[in-house]
């Protein structure tokens, strides 16, 4: 998973997001590296009971990886579609966020604000019983990552960022045009 995504356009600082971007390889604490991250009202969305919000953020780990990628939530065990094409860090006892060391580094901060609560929010689908990686369904048609996008689009947008960022936030290099035009559809971004 290499890093093209890059906004067309400057994009709005989320007030009070703050990252560590000079955090070292290694696995750290979420807080450690997203700084205040459980006070910002979309972690209030996010998680409601403030103390399962206090568990979500206290118990969720970060691991920055020098390799040339995003961030995803390390699965419990290998995927079966990851297998010869992939190797993800695998956390079979915590619930951890991979981040890429560039991209924790370089990307703009909406990105990252948006891509933290994207994976926050598949961390909580998992811990109320989802599949993240359900074999043989299309990125685009996955439930939890329906769900997820939707959740950091309604927050970008509450920020004021603009359908051309969200359209090219929303363009992953592994999926199609066809399932990019699918995903901004059903999740109200217009394409032009």
Not at 138 to 153: D, G, I, L, N, Q
Not at 155 to 165: C, I, N
């Amino acid at each position: 998973m290499s890093p093209t995504r890059r906004p067309a356009k400057k994009d709005p600082e989320p007030p009070g997001f703050r990252v560590a971007r000079d955090m070292p390889a290694g696995r750290h604490p979420l807080l450690a590296v997203f700084p205040g991250l459980d006070a910002l009202p979309a972690a209030a969305r996010l998680a409601p009971d403030p103390k399962e919000r206090s568990r979500l953020f206290d118990d969720t780990c970060v691991e920055v990886v020098d390799a040339d990628m995003w961030m995803y939530v390390a699965p419990r065990e290998l995927p079966a579609a990851a297998r010869g094409r992939w190797k993800p860090v695998v956390s079979p006892t915590s619930d951890c966020i991979v981040v890429g060391l560039g991209h924790l580094r370089e990307s703009p901060a909406m990105m990252l604000f948006m891509d933290i609560y994207h994976e926050l929010c598949h961390v909580v689908q998992r811990q109320g019983g989802a599949d993240l990686w359900p074999p043989g369904v299309s990125y685009v048609k996955r439930w939890t990552e329906v769900e997820a996008y939707r959740f950091v689009v309604d927050e970008a947008r509450s920020l004021g960022t603009s359908d051309e960022f969200l359209r090219d936030y929303l363009k992953v290099e592994w999926i199609s045009r066809a399932e990019h035009r699918e995903l901004l559809a059903e999740l109200r971004v217009p394409e032009k």
